[in-house]
């Protein structure tokens, strides 16, 4: 089977093959990405809280930290549990469309009426 380029599955009308299973990678990243983003505001929220908050406190600040630490690992494991179930369905049916060809190559051919045995 010929593997084709990530542009001709973009553009392969009839969905014959996939192209999620290219950008997975690459969305995965953007998701830790975000999730560290996010993170990092709640920290420095955590700092002016700490600073214009209820008077000089490192409680505030050590709450942020540990809510933003905590957070990252939820986000990050939310997304990896949602993109690997992604994958498994694109394999799933990568998989199935595999097993039809195979047993459609297996499958004898039908005989026409000329070669069929007179009795």
């Known amino acids: 089977m010929e593997e084709k380029s990530f542009w001709s599955r973009l553009f392969d009308f009839s969905f ?28 420095v ?18 709450l942020s930290l540990v809510w933003a630490v905590i957070y990252f690992f939820l986000w990050v494991i939310g997304g990896r549990i ?3 179930t992604v994958i498994i369905l694109f394999r799933i049916a990568e998989n199935t469309s595999l097993l039809v060809q195979a ?3 297996k499958q004898p051919k ?3 009426p000329s070669q069929k ?3």
Not at 45 to 62: E, K, L, P, T
């Open 16 to 43: 014959s093959s996939f192209v999620t299973l290219k950008i997975i990678p690459f969305l995965y990243g953007l998701w830790i990405a975000v999730g560290a983003i996010v993170s990092l505001s709640m920290l």
């Open 117 to 119: 045995a007179s009795v």
């Open 110 to 112: 039908e005989e026409g």
């Open 45 to 62: 929220g955590g700092v002016g809280f700490m600073h214009f908050g209820y008077g000089f406190s490192g409680g505030g600040f050590f």
């Open 82 to 84: 949602w993109m690997e």
């Open 103 to 105: 047993s459609r190559e």
